[in-house]
Every structure is written in structure tokens, then in C-alpha cells.
């Protein structure tokens, strides 16, 4: 039984790799590469596939356009058939003046220019002249050719220049006779600088097979001379008829060029005479290979400059190319599509590109037909399609912004109009607590087609939802400050749980909050920010509230709360109340302003001097300057905080363009404050011109909120 499967399970195996090497069970067996290419969605490499450009010389057709484009301006002269009329040394200088495409063309035409351009002693310098003026934008000629033949070999037709001998053979005498010689002349072949001939792919496969046979021959001769002589031939990198591909991407010694017969006729007389025995043919046979080194050098350094011209060239015809074939492609789209109903601003041209880029690279015709464009109608209208889509929706963005802002700049002209300046500091800093309100949501996320189709503000209700709302949240803020103040003060279980007293806990002077996450908050600057008491907190209400009311609940949740109570802040305030011998359980906030008192920090170094500072000031400096140490503050004496006080109302020290002033009578500074002057002159021009100079400092005219409390003002 053991046998039997091992028998088995080898026949099947065989079974496997037959079916392997029939290729019957491989994928792709059946497809051409063109089908691999639509189904990878890639461009296989092939240098047997010839784009349209590489039809014809393009090097003579880039050229020839180039020099149409440049003579547009030069205005056409009548009578120039004269020209050969004209005394020889005239037509000398005018050729002289002519590109080398032109003087080759000029060969072909008469017998007269032709036997003027190809006899040197006519020509004399006009095809030096002409390369020289040229210089920069065609490669120098080689000194095994002639000027006019460089010329051909360059800007002549693309046919294959190769050689093919028919021979005769005569029984009776018993030899051959050559009858004629016969170049190839098929098409498709750009010049080869190697051999500096043009050379077709099919003419590259029968040298390669006819040197082959000499080489072979060769080294069964000399069979340990082979790598020495392979170093001194002169190989060529063209791999394809009519493209010039990258020094990396062909090998090197595809075939070899037809000085193999001479190199190795040279190299045997020398390898005779070093078998002969003749003294110095060793000399001379290691000279002659550093020599035939050299010279391959030389040509490899000019070869490798002309395929790199050439390739230039071609890449250029290429993009040339493809590009007029796009823009003919999708303009013809872009029209079939406007017909259909598609509006033009729909029809991008990236988008087109983008879609099309892999269908232009498969084509290789320079023109489509309308077959290929309804093959590809469904993909086109697909795409116009989403362009529209995402231009509505551009579209609704925008709107959608603009409302926004409208509704902002009436938030704010409401609180102005609505609230007293007095309130206006405990109003929510911000303005997006307020754009998750239905009615404002529904305001701002209604298509209208146009800004100017939206109804206005003033006749909705928007402004008694937002008022309501904007109360509401305080209240609720208060709620909430309250319970946090609860959960973390530490004098909280010493408090009476009474209505009539838990107003004046967020007044006291240890009540400091700040944001715990200040990325999740309002404020702009990355540190937190510390807020004192009820006046300062409840203006962050968005922050506090509306994680916990935005879905509907009224539940406290500590763990969703924006604000927090900060230890150090209250453990520095703690400190500031026992130096000022006070109850920290019971001074507020606005007794301790009263008090006036200065203070300095101990740890501040005494030669630089030290900061007098207020009890804010201190709390400031302790939670972002000294955070790991515990507060250390000293209390200035009455003399020393009188001197100060009157430093600090010196008109030297107060800075006048202090930006916390704005006009109690508008909305023009209510969310940017300006400076005390500018808020005069506001006044001055809009309200009281004739005699504001004699009640500028009446307050119902100004307003400047306390320092503390500008920079949410400016940030709002």
C-alpha cells in the first residue's frame, strides 16, 4: 500500500510539471501583450513598438519647425529664383548664412547648388561657417567624415543605409561575380554614431549572425586572446531602429560594428608574429590594444553626446505629440459633452487628463475617431458628473460660510443692542455655541442657491432663540462652575448646602478655574489660562457647557467639562490671604482688589531686579513660572507700595495705546477693542462732534473692561 501512494503521488507531481511546461495552465496564455497592458493598466517597454514620431526623421522635422517658427516675422521677398543667377561669390555669402538643414536641402534640388555644396573647392568655408554658427544646438562632426555627409547622416530620410550584394555564380568557370550592390532602404532607421551609419532592426539581427560566425572563428584560432581583443572593438548601444533610449536602459554590445574584420586582421599579424617568435611583437601588440582602447574611449565620449542630442530631440517630438493629441482628444470631449447638457465649468481640463493619460499612452495614432470617444462616454460622463458635484458642493460651502459670518456679525450687534455694557463681560466668549442651534443650523444649512436669496435676520426669530439660548447658558455655566467648586475646593465640605449661599462661593478670591485641555477650549494661546471667580469663568460657558447640553442631557459630568479648578492657583492665592492676615474661607475676589496691595516673588533673583505685582499677577507667576516650587511671595510695606502705586499712575509708565477701549453706543469695537484715542475720535466723527471735548470723560461714552478681561475681548 505504500508503494502504491508513493507511486501515485509521484504521477502526479509529473502530471503538474507537464502541464507547467505545455503553459496550458498558465494565466495570460492566450492574451498578446496588448491585452496584458489593458488589463495591468501599464505601458510594457518594447523596443519593437514604434510610436508616429518615430516614422520619420524627427530630428530633420523638429528642426525644420524650429527654424519656420523663428522667420514668421521676416517679410517674404519676390524674385528670389534669381538667386543662382547671381555671381558665385554672392551665392558663397549667402550660403554662408543658412542653417545645415537648409544647404543639405539645397543639394537636392539643382545640379548647380549641388556641385557648388559637395565640391570643396567651390564651397570653400560655407559648410564650416554654417556648423560653426550652429554650434550649440547640433553635435560637432566626427574627423572620419566629411561636413556634407555629417550633414546627411543627420538631416537625411530615415532609411536604412546597409549594403546588400548579389552575387552570380558561373558553373562552368566556377566563381562568382558580384552584379550589383544594393542598400536596404527600409524605413524606420535613425543614424547609428557608432559606425555613423543608419541601421534598421532588421539589418542589426544579420550583422550580429555574420560577425558572430568571424568571432566564433577567431577564437577557436586564439583561443586565450579573446577578452584582450573584445576590450579594443568598437561596439554599438542603439538597441532600436529609431529611438534613443537611456545610457542605463540599453546594454552594452547588442551587436557589433563592421570593423570586427579589421580589428582582427590587425591583431592577427601581430599574433602571428608573436608566435613566430620576432622580437618586440609583444611590445608592439600591447601598444596596438592600449592604441585601439584610446580610440574607443574617444568614440564612446562622442557617441554617447549624440545619443544623448538625439534622445532630447525625440522626448521633444514625443511630448509635441502627445500633447496635440490630448488637446485634440478632449476638446472634442469637452464639446460632445456641452451638447449632452454639461455645463462648461464642469468639463476640467485636469480632470479629463488625469482620466485620459493611460488611454493616450496605450493609442498610437495621432488622431481619434468618434467610435473611440462613445467607447469611452460612460467614464466621461461619470467624471463630469463628479466635477458638478463637488462644485455644488463647493458652492454650499461657501454659501454656508457666508451665512455664518452674517449670522456672527448680527450675534454680536444683538448682545450690543440687547445686553448692558456692564453684562457684556459675562457674556460666552465666542461665537460657536451658538451655530448648534437648530434654528441658526437650519438658517446656515438651507440651500438658497444665492446669498442674496436668504431671508434677512431681522424678520426670523433667531435673534429671541439666540438671547434665550445665550441666558440660558449662563445659567447653566453658573450651575456648572458651582459644581466643580464643589467636587474640588478644598474648603467645600465646610459650606452650607444652601440656595442663598452659593452664589458668593464663585465670588471668592480662591474660586480659580483654568482649562485643563486648552486645545478643546476657546482659547487660542497653548497654555491655560487661569480664570478668577464667576466673572472670568462664565464668559468660557461654551467650553463648559456645551459638551454636556449640545445632545439634550442636563446631567453634570465632570469628566466632560472643559474647565477645572487649579490647585496652584489657589494654594498661591491661600498664601497671598494669610500674608494680608485674611479668611480665605471668606474674602471674595473684588475685596482683595479693593485692598490695592503689591507684592514680590522671592525666588526671583534680587540682581536683576524683582517684579512688584499684584495678587492676579502672582497667581500668573506662580502656575507658568515657578509651577514646581511652592509659592514664595514677601508683602511690600505701605511705603514701598505708595511709591509704587504712584510709579504705576505716572503718565510715563501707563501705556496710552493700550487696545481695551471701545464705544458703548455700537458694535464698531465690541469684538476688536482699539485704543483710548481711537475710540475718542470714533465718538468725535459719529455722535458728538461739537461737544464731546467738554464731556469726553463722561461714562456713558466710553468703556474699558479690566486688563484681564481685554484679551478675551480681543479674542472673541
Request: aromatic share 12%; charged share 25%; hydrophobic share 35%.
Amino acid at each position: 500500500m505504500g508503494q502504491e501512494e508513493v507511486t501515485t503521488s509521484d504521477a502526479d507531481t509529473q502530471l503538474d510539471v507537464g502541464n507547467v511546461m505545455n503553459r496550458a495552465l498558465l494565466p495570460f496564455d492566450d492574451l498578446d501583450a496588448n491585452e496584458v497592458q489593458e488589463l495591468m493598466c501599464s505601458i510594457i517597454f518594447s523596443s519593437n513598438d514604434t510610436s508616429p514620431v518615430a516614422r520619420y526623421n524627427y530630428i530633420s522635422a523638429l528642426t525644420k519647425e524650429r527654424l519656420r517658427k523663428s522667420s514668421v516675422k521676416i517679410i517674404r521677398k519676390d524674385g528670389t529664383g534669381v538667386v543662382p543667377e547671381f555671381p558665385l561669390e554672392i551665392v558663397l555669402q549667402i550660403i554662408e548664412y543658412l542653417h545645415p538643414l537648409d544647404l543639405y536641402h539645397l543639394t537636392q534640388t539643382t545640379k548647380y547648388f549641388r556641385l557648388i555644396l559637395l565640391t570643396r573647392r567651390l564651397s570653400g568655408m560655407a559648410w564650416e561657417a554654417a556648423f560653426q554658427r550652429w554650434y550649440r544646438s547640433i553635435p560637432q562632426c566626427p574627423p572620419t567624415m566629411s561636413l556634407p555627409s555629417w550633414a546627411s547622416l543627420l538631416f537625411g530620410p530615415a532609411t536604412c543605409d546597409v549594403g546588400i550584394c548579389y552575387f552570380a555564380y558561373f558553373v562552368y568557370w566556377c566563381s562568382c561575380r558580384l552584379l550589383r550592390l544594393q542598400h536596404c532602404l527600409q524605413r524606420q532607421a535613425m543614424p547609428d554614431f557608432a559606425p555613423c551609419q543608419r541601421i534598421c532592426s532588421v539589418c542589426e539581427i544579420k550583422i550580429i549572425e555574420e560577425y558572430t560566425v568571424i568571432w566564433k572563428a577567431f577564437e577557436m584560432k586564439y583561443p586565450s586572446e579573446g577578452e584582450d581583443l573584445y576590450k579594443i572593438l568598437q561596439y554599438s548601444l542603439k538597441s532600436d531602429g529609431t529611438k534613443y533610449h537611456h545610457r542605463r536602459v540599453e546594454n552594452r554590445g547588442n551587436y557589433i560594428i563592421n570593423d570586427l574584420p579589421i580589428k582582427i586582421g590587425q591583431a592577427s599579424l601581430y599574433l602571428e608574429a608573436i608566435k613566430l617568435g620576432n622580437s618586440g611583437a609583444m611590445e608592439e601588440y600591447k601598444a596596438f590594444l592600449l592604441k585601439c582602447e584610446d580610440e574607443n574611449r574617444q568614440m564612446r565620449r562622442f557617441v554617447d553626446i549624440c545619443r544623448d542630442w538625439c534622445s532630447a530631440v525625440y522626448h521633444c517630438c514625443w511630448d509635441v505629440f502627445v500633447q496635440n493629441r490630448r488637446n485634440s482628444f478632449i476638446k472634442l470631449a469637452r464639446k460632445f459633452l456641452i451638447r449632452m447638457g454639461h455645463q462648461q465649468q464642469d468639463l476640467l481640463w485636469v480632470d479629463f487628463y488625469t482620466y485620459l493619460m493611460t488611454y493616450f499612452e496605450k493609442k498610437r495614432r495621432a488622431r481619434f475617431s468618434k467610435k473611440e470617444l462613445h467607447s469611452n462616454l460612460s467614464g466621461l460622463e461619470a467624471l463630469a458628473n463628479s466635477a458638478k458635484e463637488e462644485r455644488l458642493n463647493r458652492e454650499r460651502a461657501a454659501l454656508s460660510m457666508s451665512l455664518r459670518k452674517r449670522v456672527t456679525s448680527f450675534y454680536y450687534d444683538l448682545v450690543q443692542r440687547s445686553v448692558p455694557p456692564e453684562r457684556w463681560d459675562y457674556i460666552p466668549q465666542g461665537d460657536r455655541h451658538i451655530f448648534d442651534l437648530p434654528a441658526v443650523v437650519r438658517y446656515t444649512d438651507t440651500d438658497y442657491g444665492q446669498e442674496s436669496n436668504a431671508p434677512d435676520l431681522a424678520v426670523t426669530d433667531i435673534d429671541v432663540v439666540i438671547l434665550d439660548f445665550t441666558e440660558a447658558l449662563m445659567v447653566k455655566t453658573r450651575q456648572r462652575l458651582l459644581h466643580v467648586l464643589k467636587m474640588s475646593h478644598p474648603s467645600a465640605l465646610l459650606w452650607e448646602d444652601d440656595c442663598g449661599d452659593k452664589i458668593e462661593k464663585l465670588d471668592l478670591a480662591t474660586a480659580v478655574f483654568t482649562h485643563p485641555d486648552p486645545i478643546r477650549s476657546c482659547c487660542p494661546w497653548p497654555v491655560p489660562e487661569i480664570l478668577f471667580g464667576y466673572e472670568e469663568a462664565v464668559r468660557h460657558g461654551s467650553c463648559a457647557s456645551i459638551p454636556l447640553f449640545r445632545g439634550g442631557t442636563t446631567t453634570c459630568d465632570s469628566e466632560a467639562d472643559n474647565l477645572g479648578f487649579n490647585k496652584d492657583a489657589y494654594d498661591t492665592v491661600v498664601l497671598l490671604l494669610r500674608l494680608l492676615k485674611l479668611d480665605p474661607h471668606t474674602t471674595l475676589a473684588r475685596d482683595l482688589d479693593s485692598l490695592n496691595k503689591r507684592f514680590v516673588c522671592i525666588y526671583c533673583p534680587e540682581s536683576w531686579g524683582r517684579y512688584t505685582m499684584d495678587w492676579r499677577q502672582c497667581v500668573f507667576h506662580t502656575c507658568y513660572y515657578s509651577k514646581d516650587k511652592l509659592p514664595r511671595f514677601a508683602l511690600l510695606t505701605v511705603e514701598a507700595t505708595e511709591s509704587v502705586l504712584v510709579q504705576e499712575n505716572d503718565k510715563y509708565h501707563v501705556d496710552r495705546n493700550r487696545v481695551n477701549w471701545s464705544c458703548k453706543h455700537c458694535t464698531e469695537h465690541f469684538f476688536s477693542p482699539v485704543t483710548r484715542k481711537q475710540a475718542r475720535k470714533h465718538i468725535i466723527q459719529k455722535y458728538i462732534p461739537h461737544f464731546f471735548n467738554s464731556h469726553y470723560r463722561r461714562a456713558e461714552y466710553l468703556f474699558s473692561p479690566h486688563c484681564s478681561k481685554t484679551q478675551h475681548r480681543q479674542t472673541g
